[in-house]
């Protein structure tokens, strides 16, 4: 890709560019080995931390440093030790996000908390959307890590994501606001480049996503490549 050699950096999507279902996109060596090492993943993964991601990549064949992987979830709870450090969280994801909150010195409650935070939570229900959204009624300010409503599972089936979980409070609540902080929000995108020290102008972005990757690049100047299947054959889409 002639793109790769006019970039001072390459921001890489995970699911759908890189990997899909557990396994490694016949594409995928190819892309890290063109940017020459100078490169970020930022994804919108809102149920693992980086130390896991760079473990699947590293199981798969594909050996990234977990200081290059720019994660929703882990964003999210970044900004918020950041706004408002030491709140009192509210949060629906994973154990390891909440233990990760916990270590930026976040209180983890369900009791008065001043932030409800949604990732994925495979543990989603009827009593977290209440808990949920009393929390925010009642106050808290409410992030979202992305607005992601599903993705597609190896076998093609809908498997339900963040925003579905989002909305679901949502539509408790009624339109409150709100903060998102994944693609095609700025915030992964500028990480990504503090990662590698390169500027919109110089910085190319991979992704199979034009609704997140596409438009997220596109808002803060970045170029952006498309690349997956089209119509069943591997296929580059710039």
């Given at each position: 890709m002639h793109e790769f050699h006019d970039a001072d950096g390459v921001l890489f999507d995970l699911d759908g560019t890189l990997v899909s279902g557990g396994?490694?996109?016949?594409?995928?060596?190819?892309?890290?080995?063109?940017?020459?090492?100078?490169?970020?993943?930022?994804?919108?993964?809102?149920?693992?931390?980086?130390?896991?991601?760079?473990?699947?990549?590293?199981?798969?064949?594909?050996?990234?440093?977990?200081d290059r992987i720019v994660a929703a979830g882990m964003e999210a709870l970044r900004q918020v030790s950041v706004d408002m450090p030491g709140a009192r969280l509210l949060i629906a994801a994973s154990r390891s996000l909440q233990d990760y909150a916990t270590d930026l010195g976040l209180e983890v409650t369900d009791v008065e908390p001043d932030v409800v935070l949604i990732g994925r939570d495979r543990a989603f229900s009827y009593d977290k959307i209440r808990t949920l959204s009393n929390a925010v009624l009642a106050g808290a300010q409410l992030v979202v890590c992305n607005p992601d409503k599903t993705h597609p599972a190896a076998d093609g089936s809908v498997v339900p994501e963040t925003g579905a979980l989002a909305a679901s409070v949502l539509a408790c609540t009624g339109p409150v606001p709100h903060h998102v902080i994944g693609k095609p929000q700025p915030g992964l995108f500028l990480s990504g480049m503090a990662l590698i020290g390169s500027t919109p102008t110089r910085t190319l972005m991979v992704g199979d996503n034009p609704e997140t990757d596409g438009k997220g690049a596109a808002g803060v100047g970045i170029r952006f490549v498309r690349v997956g299947f089209e119509h069943g054959e591997e296929d580059w889409l710039p």
């Open positions: 396994k490694v996109l016949p594409w995928a060596h190819g892309l890290i080995e063109q940017s020459r090492g100078r490169f970020a993943i930022v994804t919108n993964d809102a149920e693992h931390t980086a130390v896991q991601i760079a473990a699947l990549l590293q199981s798969l064949g594909i050996p990234v440093s977990q």
